[in-house]
């Protein structure tokens, strides 16, 4: 784990197929990146431990029998404000994306990623910041491409700082990674962050990198 965070991770493990938890869960054992302090095959289960388990992050399926991913996130947020959810997800979910995010998700993470991405997932989530895989990143791109019907939003209103900031930000990294990048503060990009959510109307990391990626104002 980042060592600027050396607390591991509290982590319950919502997922339908049973031999994938116990796989996932094992992994995550192996290479000590999280305790994991519970699992649920569904929403309902996962609200049940939620009654007396607290943990610091929530590895959630999107589709799932009985409840799903997105109406569990939606009552959970309901309970706990400050819980830390990241959607895991199969490509295909993508429709349920902006409900996640507007639900308050922190990240979204495909099941095919390997242990070192959900580490720095977890990581990055814990330290407060939002995470979205690069391969679902360029997935998204790939399937916005196709839709000749999509066209770019005028950018003009973005300076080209914070066109480069974005840029940035849409490539998983933090505030002080940024500043590092650019050779500016993390107190400068974090005014240009406030900047960019303003100017896009977006309320969260996770529904910026989203509206950059639709109205193609990066490249990955």
Do not use: W
């Amino acid at each position: 784990m980042n060592s600027s965070h050396p607390k591991k991770p509290d982590l319950i493990i919502v997922d339908d197929h049973l031999i994938f938890r116990q796989g996932l869960k094992s992994l995550i054992t192996l290479e000590n990146i999280a305790n994991v302090i519970g699992e649920a095959s569904n929403g309902i289960e996962f609200l049940e431990l939620l009654s007396h388990l607290k943990p610091d992050v929530v590895l959630m399926d999107i589709d799932m029998p009985h409840m799903n991913g997105m109406e569990a996130t939606q009552k959970a947020m309901e309970l706990f404000p400050d819980l830390k959810i990241i959607a895991f997800t199969m490509f295909g979910d993508e429709e349920y994306y902006y409900k996640m995010i507007d639900l308050g998700v922190k990240g979204f993470i495909l099941k095919s990623s390997g242990i070192q991405e959900l580490e720095k997932a977890l990581g990055d989530v814990m330290m407060g910041e939002s995470y979205f895989s690069n391969e679902l990143l360029r997935k998204i791109i790939n399937n916005f491409g196709r839709n000749a019907s999509l066209k770019p939003v005028e950018s003009h209103r973005l300076t080209s700082r914070e066109l480069e900031v974005l840029q940035h930000i849409c490539m998983g990294l933090s505030n002080d990674e940024v500043a590092e990048k650019l050779f500016i503060s993390a107190k400068t990009v974090k005014s240009h962050r406030s900047n960019l959510l303003e100017k896009t109307n977006c309320k969260n990391t996770p529904a910026l990198i989203l509206f950059a990626v639709r109205n193609k104002l990066i490249e990955i």
